[in-house]
C-alpha cells in the first residue's frame, strides 16, 4: 500500500511560481501530477519514471513545469513557472501499482493523494 501526500498548494499571481511536493510512503515507481478545475475532469500535468531518467508533460505546462523527484526522500516535485489562471486546479499526486506503468492516462494509476488547491489570479 503506498499513503501520498501533497504540499506546496497555494494562492499565487498570474506569472508567479509555485512548487509542489508530494511525500509517498511505500514503494513507488512512476510518480505523476494531475489536475482537476471546478467542472473539468482530471487531467494529466506531468508524470516522471523510477529513476527520473524519463518525463513527459501535458501540452498546456510544457516549457513552464519541471518534474523531478529525490528517492532518497521518496518525494516527487513539481516546479511551475509562469503560471497563468486556467492553471488554477486541485493538484494530485499519482502512483500506478506495478512497475511498468508510465502512463497519461489516469485510470492506470491506483494510489492517489487527497490534493493540493493551486489558485492563480489575474
Known amino acids: 500500500q503506498v499513503q501520498l501526500v501533497e504540499s506546496g498548494g497555494g494562492l499565487v499571481q498570474a506569472g508567479g511560481s509555485l512548487r509542489l511536493a508530494c511525500a509517498a510512503s511505500?514503494?513507488?515507481?512512476?510518480m505523476a501530477w494531475f489536475r482537476q478545475a471546478p467542472g473539468r475532469e482530471r487531467e494529466f500535468v506531468a508524470a516522471?519514471?523510477?529513476?527520473?531518467?524519463?518525463?513527459n508533460y501535458a501540452d498546456s505546462v510544457k516549457g513552464r513545469a519541471t518534474i523531478s523527484r529525490d528517492n532518497a526522500k521518496n518525494t516527487v516535485y513539481l516546479q511551475m513557472n509562469s503560471l497563468k489562471p486556467e492553471d488554477t486546479a486541485v493538484y494530485y499526486c499519482?502512483?500506478?501499482?506495478?512497475?511498468?506503468?508510465?502512463?497519461?492516462?489516469?485510470?492506470?494509476?491506483?494510489?492517489w493523494g487527497q490534493g493540493t488547491q493551486v489558485t492563480v489570479s489575474s
Open positions: 516522471i519514471a523510477w529513476n527520473g531518467g524519463n518525463t
Open positions: 511505500g514503494q513507488t515507481f512512476t
Open positions: 499519482a502512483a500506478p501499482q506495478i512497475w511498468t506503468v508510465f502512463s497519461r492516462n489516469r485510470n492506470d494509476y491506483v494510489y
